[in-house]
């Protein structure tokens, strides 16, 4: 609970930043622009993409797998704009204790401030924020592994992308950087240290702008 009550505060202080530097209007997006509902732009999202982690001593057993998110944006016509998202992804994970088909899911939520250098069609921009995130072993009937059965961990998503908008679809591409921490499910050999669960992310959505 206190998790989101950290992430709706952090909502609130940018949405009146977004709210004070909208832009009224686009120059250079004419037929570009479709009619919306508020001044600076709201936008809902959903799509995919692949997840790894950088850790070595991750890559030692865990593949790399698929991502997913639903995203909400408040701030498509303005330079400064906030986010917020459910994330999930599913990676294939070969361990000693584990059956052969195991996977490592999760699920989470974060939101993230916005930076949007330009506000016409291309909209090239730079992101970071604080999450959440759930990480559960499936698949697998017995474990005697270092992985644990499951855990929560606090995240520092950041990461760089490019939004194209056209008569109210919006197609968006972005590599991210989530760095985690209070992550102590996996431990590594000799079994006196716990790996380090920050993950890279590549992934395409595509929604609606009103």
Known sequence: MSNLKVLSGIAGIALMGLASSAHAD???MGKFAPK???????????????????DDAMRDFANVGGAWDARLVFGTRANIAVEAAYTGGAVGIDALGLDDNAALIS????????????TQEWQPYV?????????????????TSSVGEGEDLGEIPMGAGVAYRYKGLVVDARGLYRAAFNDDMIETAPREEKANLHTWQGQITAGYEF
């Not at 919306?36 to 950088?54: C, D, E, P, Q, R």
């Not at 699920?107 to 330009?118: K, P, T, Y």
């Not at 992101?127 to 474990?143: F, L």
């Open 107 to 118: 699920s989470g939520a974060e939101v993230l401030g916005r930076l949007n250098f330009l």
């Open 127 to 143: 992101v970071a924020g604080v999450g959440w995130r759930h990480y559960s072993i499936v698949n697998t009937d017995s474990n």
């Open 26 to 28: 686009e120059p250079g």
């Open 36 to 54: 919306i509902l508020t001044t600076y732009g709201t936008s809902v999202s959903v799509g995919g993409g692949v997840v790894g982690f950088v």
